[in-house]
């Protein structure tokens, strides 16, 4: 049965970074491509991270040279290392594990950037 689980959530404070880790189970990991989401309260879910298979990255505008996505194909491990972060970034954060028309979801980390 594949398994999506993230950590790393928290809280901090603006200006404070986070890593989150995202760990796939029972599945081939490296053909995947991962997606980091966030949904914060009554907006809708947004990408804000992705890495294919051979590494290359993709960011929107609104995390672009703050948040870094990377991946440990060997500890079947994704990595969200975020930086300078702000209220706006408040949200949960979800772990997308997709290959063609195959995808995984996990259960969500709360971030909650606050002072």
């Known amino acids: 049965q594949v398994q999506v689980v993230e950590s790393g959530g928290g809280l901090v404070q603006p200006g404070g970074s986070l890593r989150l880790s995202c760990t796939a189970s029972?599945?081939?990991?490296?053909?995947?491509?991962i997606d980091w989401h966030r949904q914060a309260p009554g907006k809708q879910r947004e990408l804000v991270a992705s890495?294919?298979?051979?590494?290359?990255?993709d960011y929107p505008d609104s995390v672009k040279d703050r948040f870094t996505i990377s991946r440990d194909n060997a500890k079947n491990t994704v990595y969200l290392q975020m930086n300078s972060l702000t209220p706006e970034d408040t949200a949960v954060y979800y772990c997308?594990?997709?290959?063609?028309?195959?995808?995984?979801w996990g259960q969500g980390t709360q971030v909650t950037v606050s002072s």
């Open positions: 997308n594990v997709r290959w063609r028309m195959v995808d995984y």
């Open positions: 029972a599945i081939i990991f490296t053909i995947y491509t």
């Open positions: 890495i294919t298979p051979d590494g290359n990255t």
